[in-house]
Nanobody
Framework: VQLQASGGGLVQAGGSLNLSCAAS????????MGWYRQAPGKQRELVAA???????KYVESVQGRFTISGDNAKNTVLLQMNSLKLEDTAVYFC??????????????????WGQGTLVTVSS
């Protein structure tokens, strides 16, 4: 499975950005897709994820601001990020896993990773 991420960039605080990720290869075996992020000096953390059945999970700090959606037919996932804050600055990684609800397992056990994309929120 290969994950191709797009989006990210520089935005002012309060602004919006979208991150997209597309899975290819043996994507039929994927049950969860989502985004993790890693800020300098911090551990990688789950931002948002969605299962094939539509169950979503968000880290508390982005609830109400970020929305994740998926297209099972296209094996894609979209993360809409609104009201961005300085603390959202990080490298964002698309992730996919064969297990449902991959957030129940540590990030180190995630099956597939896309390349990181930098999101920088400026004041």
């Amino acid at each position: 499975v290969q994950l191709q991420a797009s989006g990210g960039g520089l935005v002012q605080a309060g602004g919006s950005l979208n991150l997209s990720c597309a899975a290819s290869g043996r994507a039929f075996g994927i049950n969860t897709m989502g985004w993790y992020r890693q800020a300098p000096g911090k551990q990688r953390e789950l931002v948002a994820a969605i299962t094939r059945t539509g169950t979503t999970k968000y880290v508390e700090s982005v609830q109400g601001r970020f929305t994740i959606s998926g297209d099972n037919a296209k094996n894609t996932v979209l993360l809409q990020m609104n009201s961005l804050k300085l603390e959202d600055t990080a490298v964002y990684f698309c992730a996919a896993d064969s297990r449902p609800a991959m957030w129940r397992y540590g990030w180190k056990s995630v099956d597939y990773w896309g390349q990181g994309t930098l999101v920088t929120v400026s004041s």
